[in-house]
């Protein structure tokens, strides 16, 4: 059997093999552009495994090589890292090192979706991108309103406020920037409108999305994403590798017997970081527990903090909602009672 270890660039790749058969070891260079790649691995004569690093833009190429037939093991980069001793770094050494990790079964695989839970995240991911892009532009008209002297903050988008706003004496490039962002911001309602109905047909489809949607606070977009970026969550065997896989817990620098901790890490996907915040807004209106958490970190913690906490609270939940299958108010009940376990001894 051919294993592969494989150091990936957008428009090329450094390798390096051995044959566990023969003994026969090698490295090569190959290009994307020109196909050379993809004609290395059509030739290889039986399936192939190939580890290589989690990186951007590389779909294609993952698809590819699975369906030609090869075993492909994606890793976490950051453990690969650091798991290399030395301090030279080129791209010869690091395919070397992702070969060396696989021969001795020591590679750090991480957890990929499916073709299907791609392109559902291309559904959220877009979305996100035009509602930035929609609140930029909705600044920079709140901007030539402020200079106007018109301060109506969020009343500015109600019927008399855009009327308001159309009936403001500007100069004339001042007018075709407003009247051109008016006309973006139209554009991107009604294609953020047609996603948010893809995002809620899809989210009323997962069984484990309607599960997480019980939870007040909690709506289509953020269910969907929470289902989609975790996955497997019996890949998790507690609730704070959830929140530290999400980055919602404190940085920790903690020695010599004395503790330090600091603002949240962020290290994770952003994304559902972004949507849990959002969320704990409306689960601290809707959810007494949440309420009264909330309430009590305000009094002694900013209220920034204070939400963010109780997201990291709500991530939890959510994970357990998934992991014992119970849908909300049940879960309250199982959290508050000690003599009730959420999942079995498995």
Known sequence: MMIIGCDY???WQQIAWVDTETGETGERKLMHGDGEAERFYRQLAEPALLGMEATGNSHWF???????GHQVLIGDAATIRARQVRKQKTDRRD????????LKNDFPKIW???????????????????VRLRVRAKNELQHLALNQGVQKKSRLWSKAGQKLLRELPLQHWAGQRRENLLRLMAIFDEQIA???QAAEKAAQESEMARLLMTQPGVGPITS???VLTLGDVTRFPRGKQ????LGLIPRECTTGGRQRLGSISKQGNGFLRMLLVEASHSAVRYDPEFRKYYSH?????PKHVARVAVARKLAIRLYWMLRSNTAYPEIVRMESSSGVTLVGAS
Do not use: M
């Not at 299907?116 to 291309?122: A, V, Y």
């Not at 959830?242 to 896989?245: E, G, I, L």
């Open 224 to 226: 969907l994403a929470f």
């Open 9 to 11: 660039h957008p428009s």
């Open 112 to 130: 990929t979706p499916s073709v299907e839970q791609r392109d559902q995240r291309q559904l959220l991911i877009h979305r996100w991108g035009l």
């Open 242 to 245: 959830v929140a530290s896989y």
């Open 62 to 68: 993952v698809d590819l090589v699975a369906g030609i």
């Open 297 to 301: 970190l305000c009094h002694k913690k």
């Open 194 to 196: 047609v996603l948010d």
């Open 95 to 102: 395919a070397a090192h992702i070969l060396d990790l696989l």
